[in-house]
């Protein structure tokens, strides 16, 4: 899934003065592939990505199970803007193939508040992520395969191929997902047990599992996912900050009942459903109100150091500073670019002003009992003193704490 980080707007941060946005990589389909050789073409682009030939196990799962297969008639592609346009089989045939080949996550649903606030709700995750994943799983002919978020069914048959149908279950809280994923599934020959449930709770019934994967991001495991893993078992989680939404968890269950791994770095995946905050995701801008005096100041630590492209620096940050998320604003009077930061449990928001002209000093206002921008200050001070440590760097421990589970976070020198 593309970093569409339901905490934050559908377009991409305000660019950094002086910089410019890479443009994306265009796929190499121009017509109606046959699927050989649309397969053969996204298996190139995957080892693009890898740096390095897609393991032989996991291209015959590719080929065995053809993409194209998964995907809805209506796909929501990039329009460019920051937004999504749709793009039907059979009405543009051609861009739709080109689509389903290319090495790209592809919205496949949008879902409609009651305010009405369209925002993706699943997604066909961008294939060199799938086989990054399936590959730091390691999951063999008979072993016990949990996947939290069915989607299409593409990963879960993928995973009915690798380890065997009847050793596979997959969850989708979706009832729509989850009929027309066990339709799908079923046509393509490959019928894992998929069963509509919040994916949350686990799977009891086919419990323990040698792997547990998810197809969607946490911000907390949920306790039942470790408690539902064997001892030595893989768990392979994207992890969700609200301040950063990329990397993946990869942990091995101890006897202890713990579980330890590192972040790998890669994977921006939707937020796990029982997850999403709706004070968060119906997000009002801060600003500043009658009768706030918030203190202001002036900050040399640009805003795009801790919100730009530094994704390392957004994950220090996003697991040393809890509950705060961001939004860029370059649609304020005060400012030519903003950067808002906020603690959606409390009343606390914070902003950055830069003037369009100078890049060394920025205004800062800041409201609240958490002073955000100096805990974000700080972190990222932290940060650089470490080192700039990558993602990798990080090491997770899982622990056990009455309903839940509680993280503990260090960097090894």
Known sequence: ?????????????????????????????TSHPVP??????????????????VPAHLQAALR??????????????????????????ESDPDRWWRAAYRDAPLVTQFTESPDGHRAPSSSASMPSVVVRMLRALSAEAGHSVLEIGTGTGFNAALLAFLCGADNVTSLDVDPELTRRAQRVLKASGQQPDVVCADGAGGWPPNAPYDRIIATCSVRTVPLP????????????????????????????????GT????????????????Q?????????????REGQEPERSTTGLSPWSVAGDDLDAQMYIGLRVPGVWHVWDT?????????????GRTSSWACVDYDGQRTTRFAVSQYGDR???????????????????GVHRHRLRLIPDGRSTRLEVSVPA
């Not at 050989?36 to 030939?53: F, K, M, N, T, V």
């Not at 999403?276 to 500043?288: G, Y």
């Not at 100096?374 to 440590?389: L, M, S, W």
């Open 225 to 256: 996912w470790l408690e539902q893993t064997v001892t030595g078992g893989l768990l392979v989680i994207p992890w969700d900050t609200p301040w950063c939404n990329f990397g993946t968890l990869i942990a091995t269950k101890q006897a202890d």
């Open 259 to 274: 579980a330890e791994g590192s972040l790998a770095p890669y994977g921006s995946f939707m937020l796990l459903r029982a």
């Open 64 to 89: 065995a199970v053809p993409r194209h297969l998964f995907l809805p008639p209506t796909l929501w592609l990039r329009d460019g803007n920051g937004g999504h346009e749709p793009c039907d089989r």
């Open 371 to 389: 002073k955000l921008w100096d805990e974000v200050t700080r972190a990222y001070e932290e940060y650089v003193a470490a080192g700039r440590p």
């Open 1 to 29: 899934m593309h970093p569409l980080h339901p905490l934050h707007p559908l377009r991409p941060p305000a660019p950094e003065p002086t910089d410019c946005a890479p443009e994306a990589r265009a796929g190499s389909l």
């Open 276 to 288: 999403q905050i709706d004070a968060e995701l119906r997000a009002v801008i801060p600003r500043e």
């Open 36 to 53: 050989d050789e649309a397969i053969g073409d996204l298996l190139d682009q995957i080892a693009e990505q890898l740096g390095s030939p």
């Open 331 to 343: 649609e304020v009077d005060e400012a030519h670019t903003r950067l808002l930061l906020a603690d």
